[in-house]
């Protein structure tokens, strides 16, 4: 079933346990298949991926529950293991013997798990700012706020570091930060808090599935030393983008991320936040094209 607008059209397939769910087809070419981040935010947010989709047709998929994809029976598979089934569904739903693969943020996660799984299905994989804790990588809070108070000084940016802080604070505490603290920390994620950024912060809430992003990372979502181990046999071509400015993962953390692939590249925008095609469209496009044509 397929519906569209004059530059997207909605698509639906059922997966492997009978849930529907949508994925967007924006542009022409070689196809690039999309995992939006959150945990759990509908791909409405990744737009065009800075004009990607002048040269790739991109298909970008809602996550089970999110977007214009349905909730599932069974919501404990909102777990990011029980989606990498969801993904093999899409592949094979399209007809693709292997795919070119694009995961922001959280859904670095997703593809981690998916290539391991199904390594020969993978042909070249982008993590846009991925969080890593499938490898078993992550920022210290120490790390992170150091990181953050590089932008001290100028506003919006004390106010949201030491909101920040608080957050921060609270997770080491194990407990939940207040949502407003989070809120007024968004001018972090993004290396320009301009209006672009501000509207694009702003659908976060409306777009993203508390309940689901809350199941994402879940105990016994991932076996670490496993999944290093299937990496660095995958015979794909990968490129970890970091942004200069993003804390997590900083530049270092994602070239370590990078140095678990037999052929892993990092490369940093200059001036990049956690949503890099945003902060310098042109490069961004250009950089992953460069990638998925030629390789690093």
Same mark, same amino acid.
């Given at each position: 079933?397929?519906?569209?607008?004059?530059?997207?059209?909605?698509?639906?397939?059922?997966?492997?346990?009978?849930?529907?769910?949508?994925?967007?087809?924006?542009?022409?070419?070689?196809?690039?298949?999309?995992?939006?981040?959150?945990?759990?935010?509908?791909?409405?947010?990744?737009?065009?991926?800075?004009?990607?989709?002048?040269?790739?047709?991109?298909?970008?998929?809602?996550?089970?529950?999110?977007?214009?994809?349905?909730?599932?029976?069974?919501?404990?598979?909102?777990?990011?293991?029980?989606?990498?089934?969801?993904?093999?569904?899409?592949?094979?739903?399209?007809?693709?013997?292997?795919?070119?693969?694009?995961?922001?943020?959280?859904?670095?996660?997703?593809?981690?798990?998916?290539?391991?799984?199904?390594?020969?299905?993978?042909?070249?994989?982008?993590?846009?700012?991925?969080?890593?804790? %499938?490898?078993? #990588? @992550? &920022?210290?809070?120490?790390?992170?706020?150091? +990181? *953050?108070?590089?932008?001290? $000084?100028?506003? =919006?940016?004390?106010?949201?570091?030491?909101?920040?802080?608080?957050?921060?604070?609270?997770?080491?505490?194990?407990?939940?930060?207040?949502?407003?603290?989070?809120?007024?920390?968004?001018?972090?994620?993004?290396?320009?808090?301009?209006?672009?950024?501000?509207?694009?912060?702003?659908?976060?809430?409306?777009?993203?599935?508390?309940?689901?992003?809350?199941?994402?990372?879940?105990?016994?979502?991932?076996?670490?030393?496993?999944?290093?181990?299937?990496?660095?046999?995958?015979?794909?071509?990968?490129?970890?983008?970091?942004?200069?400015?993003?804390?997590?993962?900083?530049?270092?953390? %994602?070239?370590? #991320? @990078? &140095?678990?692939?037999?052929?892993?590249?990092? +490369? *940093?925008?200059?001036?990049? $936040?956690?949503? =890099?095609?945003?902060?310098?469209?042109?490069?961004?496009?250009?950089?992953?094209?460069?990638?998925?044509?030629?390789?690093?």
């Amino acid at each position: 079933m397929a519906t569209s607008t004059p530059s997207t059209c909605t698509f639906t397939f059922t997966t492997y346990d009978g849930t529907e769910l949508a994925y967007h087809v924006q542009g022409e070419g070689e196809p690039l298949v999309c995992l939006p981040g959150g945990a759990m935010r509908a791909s409405a947010y990744l737009g065009d991926l800075g004009g990607l989709s002048a040269g790739r047709r991109l298909i970008l998929l809602d996550l089970r529950g999110t977007g214009d994809s349905a909730v599932p029976a069974d919501t404990s598979t909102y777990r990011v293991d029980h989606q990498v089934a969801d993904v093999e569904a899409l592949r094979s739903h399209l007809g693709l013997e292997s795919v070119d693969l694009l995961a922001h943020s959280a859904s670095g996660n997703l593809a981690l798990l998916y290539a391991a799984a199904h390594p020969h299905r993978v042909r070249r994989m982008a993590l846009v700012t991925p969080t890593c804790w %499938a490898v078993d #990588l @992550a &920022e210290s809070p120490e790390t992170r706020l150091a +990181d *953050v108070r590089r932008r001290a $000084g100028r506003p =919006p940016y004390d106010t949201a570091i030491a909101a920040y802080e608080r957050a921060l604070a609270v997770l080491a505490a194990g407990g939940v930060p207040d949502e407003a603290d989070w809120a007024a920390a968004m001018p972090l994620a993004y290396g320009s808090w301009d209006g672009t950024a501000r509207a694009h912060a702003a659908l976060s809430p409306v777009q993203k599935n508390a309940e689901a992003s809350a199941a994402f990372a879940g105990p016994g979502a991932f076996d670490p030393p496993a999944t290093r181990a299937a990496l660095g046999r995958l015979a794909g071509e990968v490129l970890v983008l970091a942004g200069e400015l993003d804390s997590n993962p900083s530049p270092a953390l %994602a070239a370590r #991320l @990078a &140095e678990l692939f037999a052929h892993g590249v990092v +490369d *940093v925008q200059s001036g990049g $936040g956690h949503f =890099p095609w945003l902060d310098e469209p042109r490069w961004f496009a250009a950089r992953v094209e460069r990638f998925l044509a030629h390789g690093a």
